[in-house]
């Protein structure tokens, strides 16, 4: 991604740089309130924001997010924490339908619902199908949204989503985890993405072997959790 790259102007550079002023003055907030967190889950998830949900596989990552856009569509409480009621689309590449639709029934008789409560549900299951969602050069962080990131854009607009999961990053990313500067480039397209519909994009990782000794739960380099909300 290389929007926000400013070029330099070897012909002109002084009126390049008198004319690029990004600084505002702190005094612009005298008398204005602050605003308060948009939040979509209650001290979980926030509008506008990438989030990452990180575990071992098997620890039930896509359960509990699925569980999430029922809850959200519902308008009822997640794990605990209250939700805005809206709408979600998730790309599960792990779970074929058929897992899909029998975690759904039990949720729904967790919850009291019926699958007609849920049309602002919606779910594409890819397992066995290639779902990287942007491709990199082996070094360096110039990286290429590929058609089914631009897909998953305008879906996401088209459904009014609000929340956007995509499970897991080793299925979207085909990048380096352990350069910063791709996993950083590929966060803020997805971003932008979120600030796009006003949402959340949540992403589920496995940790690394290291991740799982130390606790932590991470995987690859600092550029994941350091650039999420």
């Known amino acids: 991604m290389t929007d926000n790259i400013i070029r330099y102007d070897w012909q002109n550079p002084r009126q390049q740089i008198e004319e690029f002023s990004p600084f505002s003055p702190a005094e612009q907030w005298h008398n204005r309130q602050a605003p308060q967190i948009s939040w979509l889950v209650e001290h979980a998830f926030i509008r506008g924001t990438v989030a990452i949900l990180a575990g071992d596989g098997g620890l039930g990552k896509s359960l509990i997010l699925q569980q999430l856009m029922t809850a959200a569509a519902l308008g009822v409480s997640w794990l605990g924490m209250g939700t805005e009621k809206c709408r979600s689309l998730a790309v599960f590449c792990e779970d074929d339908p058929d897992e899909l639709h029998r975690r759904q029934e039990r949720i729904n008789a967790h919850y009291g619902c019926s699958m007609s409560d849920l049309e602002g549900v919606r779910m594409e299951s890819r397992p066995g199908r290639d779902s990287v969602m942007m491709q990199f050069r082996q070094w360096g962080g110039d990286g290429r949204k590929t058609l089914l990131f631009d897909q998953l854009t305008h879906a996401a607009k088209q459904h009014k989503a609000s929340i956007v999961i995509l499970d897991t990053v080793a299925d979207v990313f ?13 966060i803020r397209a997805l971003r932008k ?8 994009v949540v992403l589920t990782q496995h940790p690394s072997n290291e991740g799982m000794a130390s606790g932590s739960g991470r995987s690859g380099s600092t550029g994941w959790h ?3 909300q």
Do not use: K, M, W, Y
Request: include cysteine.
């Open 226 to 228: 350091n650039s999420v």
């Open 193 to 200: 993405l979120a600030l796009g519909i006003q949402g959340c």
């Open 174 to 186: 085909s990048g380096n985890e352990v350069d910063r500067n791709q996993p950083r480039t590929f």
